[in-house]
């Protein structure tokens, strides 16, 4: 589904689920397409603050990740926290982070974060964006997918005590993305809003085997008056 965005959450989730912690964790990414080939990504990560100051002093566990193999998720996971890496992880001739914001409020850490693309081909090819594919059609019009990489909860053999963990520390998780195409939605797996405007939302209280699947997620929009 989502690289930078899930992926990233769900790394988040397993480090929890490693240290003991609880309290839901929640996603928003909001992505507008536009004509001339480039984007606007936004994210909006909100994590419990008791959650927040335990990943804080993890820096040992985190690092252990990190001589395992670990790294590249490991440094998805630093850059919500940090506006310096988040901006050289946001960084490079086609992608530029505008706006970084950390705010507190009824206990809860949230981060709000703005990229803009100039050209959205090659700023997916960075995979920065996340697992996203933009391939024109055979009758001119465009497709824009993502699919959701393997996770550590994918392959983990959890336990039943770990499982009852699991299901607690994602108590109240949802996980939400919008999508605005810069011309009439053709197709789409998503609910659509309007012609232009799709989400999807994924909620850990009604189905939370989408933490270990690979959800559809695809939106077909017109050709006409659009260059990628």
């Not at 012609?195 to 997620?217: T, Y």
């Amino acid at each position: 589904m989502i690289n930078a965005t899930t992926k990233t959450l769900l790394t988040l989730l397993t480090l929890l689920l490693l240290l003991g912690a609880t309290g839901c964790i929640e996603m928003e990414q909001r992505i507008l397409l536009r004509a001339d080939g480039g984007a606007e990504f936004g994210f909006h990560y909100s994590i419990p603050m008791d959650s927040y100051e335990l990943l804080q002093e993890s820096q040992a566990i985190i690092q252990d990740w990190q001589d395992q193999g670990a790294g590249n998720a490991m440094k998805d996971l630093n850059w919500i926290f940090n506006e310096k890496l988040a901006r050289k992880y946001f960084s490079g001739e086609n992608i530029r982070l505008r706006h970084y914001w950390i705010t507190e409020k009824e206990g809860r850490r949230h981060v709000r974060l703005i990229c803009e693309v100039r050209n959205l081909r090659r700023a997916l090819r960075t995979g920065k964006l996340g697992d996203f594919r933009l391939v024109k059609t055979k009758d001119g019009n465009y497709r824009f997918s993502a699919e959701l990489v393997r996770t550590q909860l994918m392959d983990a053999n959890l336990s039943k005590e770990d499982t009852e963990l699991l299901r607690e520390i994602t108590r109240g998780m949802v996980i939400q993305l919008y999508v605005q195409t810069p011309s009439r939605i053709l197709d789409t797996s998503g609910a659509q809003l309007d012609g232009r405007r799709v989400v999807w939302r994924f909620d850990a209280d009604e189905d939370w085997w989408f933490l270990f699947e690979s959800p559809k997620v695809f939106v077909t929009f017109s050709g006409d008056g659009v260059e990628f």
